[in-house]
């Protein structure tokens, strides 16, 4: 693994992880700056460009970020490919978009290669508070998937979570857990 605080994901829905993939959450004063890291090379059919917004990245590897206000039952949801193309949206409860919060402002960088991928994901503090509201108390989960979703039905192998869940579903805020207990 590359160097810093990586912490590895330690089981998959269907058992021991596929892979020694892992993430790593970095925090200062303007940005919350999160980052995905896989061994194995990149699974994906289209090679996205980083600027690239795209819905959809699920189905191939993609490293997933979760962030939920109590306070307000709002979330947000950001992926990121290994190519560095990404998407998010706002939810104001599971699986239930915001339709008048336009997704947050991010930025990314990526290296992918055939002995697997790093990237990272930027996300300014500014722009979490306006599509949550005020960020004391954040809940947060990480999860990334492996070797794609053939089909659109994941195989439960390649579903991995930093947090274990109650159920094979990553949009359960109520299980996830603080911000600071991922970093």
């Known amino acids: 693994m590359t160097e810093g605080n990586w912490r590895g994901f330690e089981t998959s829905f269907a058992g021991p992880p596929k892979a020694e993939a892992a993430y790593k959450i970095d925090i200062d004063d303007e940005t919350i700056k999160?980052?995905?890291?896989?061994?194995?090379?990149?699974?994906?059919?289209?090679?996205?460009?980083p600027s690239e917004f795209i819905e959809g990245l699920w189905r191939w590897d993609c490293g997933e970020f979760w962030l939920f206000n109590p306070a307000t039952g709002r979330y947000l949801e950001f992926n990121l490919s290994p190519t560095g193309a990404k998407w998010a949206c706002v939810f104001v409860s599971p699986r239930v978009r915001a339709d008048n919060t336009p997704p947050p402002k991010?930025?990314?960088?990526?290296?992918?290669?055939?002995?697997?991928?790093?990237?990272?994901?930027?996300?300014?503090?500014?722009?979490?508070?306006?599509?949550?509201?005020?960020?004391?108390?954040?809940?947060?989960?990480?999860?990334i998937i492996l070797g794609g979703c053939p089909d659109e039905d994941p195989p439960l192998e390649n579903l991995h979570s930093a947090v274990p869940l109650g159920a094979v579903d990553f949009h359960r805020p109520q299980d996830w857990v603080p911000l600071t207990k991922l970093i």
């Open 34 to 49: 999160v980052s995905f890291m896989s061994p194995l090379p990149a699974f994906y059919d289209t090679p996205y460009e």
């Open 106 to 143: 991010t930025r990314t960088e990526a290296w992918p290669g055939p002995n697997g991928w790093v990237a990272t994901i930027s996300i300014r503090h500014e722009e979490i508070q306006r599509c949550l509201g005020p960020s004391d108390g954040l809940r947060a989960n990480a999860t």
